[in-house]
């Protein structure tokens, strides 16, 4: 039991980066909102990531394990929804 332990082999977990797509109808500072909000960015870096997705059309909020990557893209996609707004975000393996 202990031997067989202690050999087991464990491998890192797969990781999964949120991407935040551009539109042209959220205001930026929802999305400024949601990047301090839901991936921990302070306004300075939440800013830079937004412009750089408003100006090449996408852009990486986090790399994360499966589960909290795809919790992440449902917290985005509720808040924007109920803001009525049309942010569409998603998660790709690394
Ligand atoms: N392009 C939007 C605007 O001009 C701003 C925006 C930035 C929207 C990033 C979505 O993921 C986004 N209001």
């Known amino acids: 039991m202990l031997a067989e332990r202690k050999t087991a082999k464990v ?3 797969r990781m999964f980066q949120v991407v935040l797509l551009n539109d042209d109808f959220t205001p930026m ?4 909102m949601v990047l301090q909000e ?19 059309g996408r ?6 394990t499966k ?3 795809a919790t992440k893209v449902e917290l ?4 924007a ?3 009525g ?3 569409q975000c998603t998660m790709e393996a690394t």
């Open 76 to 79: 985005v996609l509720t808040a």
């Open 59 to 64: 852009g990486v909020c986090g790399v994360y």
């Open 38 to 56: 839901f991936f921990q960015r302070d306004l300075e870096s939440a800013t830079q990531i937004m412009l750089k997705i408003h100006h090449e």
């Open 11 to 13: 491998e890192p977990p």
């Open 29 to 32: 500072e929802f999305v400024v």
């Open 81 to 83: 929804r109920r803001s």
């Open 67 to 69: 589960d909290v990557a």
């Open 85 to 87: 707004h049309p942010l």
